[in-house]
């Protein structure tokens, strides 16, 4: 009988509980409930925590960028100061590092006083993305994958042609990474993704050519996904593929392979590229000789 009466009586605080549960639950509409406060690092609303990137890491980092004393690094959420201290005490480097946590700003200057670059580097208190890229000569980062890809439009609008972007552990989805590099620290994986920024090539290209007495029309039709690049050269009737072309930065290369009088002539194509002209050479390949001529087109 004791027994009938307990299992009763926690039935009816089951029952109760519930009833509670669901109250609750329809008095307080989504739109009214409080998220929790941001923990400690988290540097905005984007869900960005702070994770100290390792000291190998980090000069790995800037290895693979090639910085020099002439360079101006920009890291994106530059945490305690890391790497941009490291760009100016290991590499001559100035720099300047972006974060929203007035915590970890206040650590990096004293950090950069410790280190005796505070006359090369500064730390700012704003939002990566409300940050003007275009004094950088190097960017670096250490964020998350979907704040890459949001990121990934104005890297490519802000900054200059040839600009090393290296970031630490998330690549850039369809942005194919033109290196990458693989470290172990301690026990753990990590990876590396480096990339140039691309020049602007898409659109038609003209130019003239001499060729057997002549002066001959060319248009050059390219169509671009970041860095990968394809299209085609139409010379007289002929409209022919462009074949193994690489953009590096404002380098542009490409061939064009063409049958002439029983023989397989190549034109091989390098320039660099400024607004809407490229200037270059042309090699003519399959001759005795290569025959090499200067080469300027227009958009």
């Not at 691309?198 to 060729?211: D, E, I, L, R, Y």
């Not at 660099?272 to 200037?279: A, E, F, L, M, P």
């Amino acid at each position: 009988m004791r027994l009938k009466r307990i299992l009763g009586f926690l039935v009816l605080c089951a029952g109760v509980s519930s009833l509670f549960i669901w109250q609750e639950g329809r008095s307080l509409p989504v739109s009214q409930a409080q998220p929790p406060p941001l923990p400690e690092g988290v540097r905005s609303q984007t869900d960005v925590p702070y994770v100290p990137t390792p000291n190998e890491v980090v000069t790995a980092m800037l290895k693979m960028a090639d910085v020099t004393q002439d360079d101006v690094v920009y890291d994106l959420g530059s945490g305690d100061g890391r790497l941009v201290i490291a760009a100016a005490k290991e590499f001559g480097a100035k720099g300047v590092g972006f974060e929203i946590n007035p915590r970890l700003i206040q650590e990096s200057n004293e950090k950069a006083r410790l280190a005796s670059v505070s006359d090369r580097v500064k730390f700012v208190e704003q939002d990566l993305f409300q940050t003007d890229l275009s004094e950088a000569t190097v960017v670096t980062l250490y964020l998350l994958p979907k704040v890459n890809v949001q990121l990934r439009p104005k890297l490519l609008r802000e900054l200059k042609p040839g600009t090393p972007v290296v970031s630490h552990q998330f690549d850039m989805k369809e942005w194919k990474p033109d290196r990458t590099e693989v470290l172990r620290v301690g026990s753990r994986i990590h990876r590396v993704f480096y990339w140039v920024i691309p020049a602007q090539v898409t659109g038609t290209w003209q130019w003239n050519m001499q060729s057997v007495g002549s002066k001959n029309p060319y248009t050059l039709q390219l169509r671009q996904q970041f860095q990968e690049v394809t299209g085609t050269v139409r010379m007289s009737n002929d409209e022919i593929p462009i074949t193994e072309a690489k953009l590096t930065g404002d380098q542009l290369s490409f061939k064009v392979t063409q049958p002439k009088q029983g023989k397989l002539v190549t034109m091989q194509f390098k320039g660099r590229i400024s607004d809407n002209t490229i200037i270059g050479s042309v090699d003519i390949l399959g001759g005795a000789k290569v025959d090499r001529r200067n080469w300027s087109a227009r958009r």
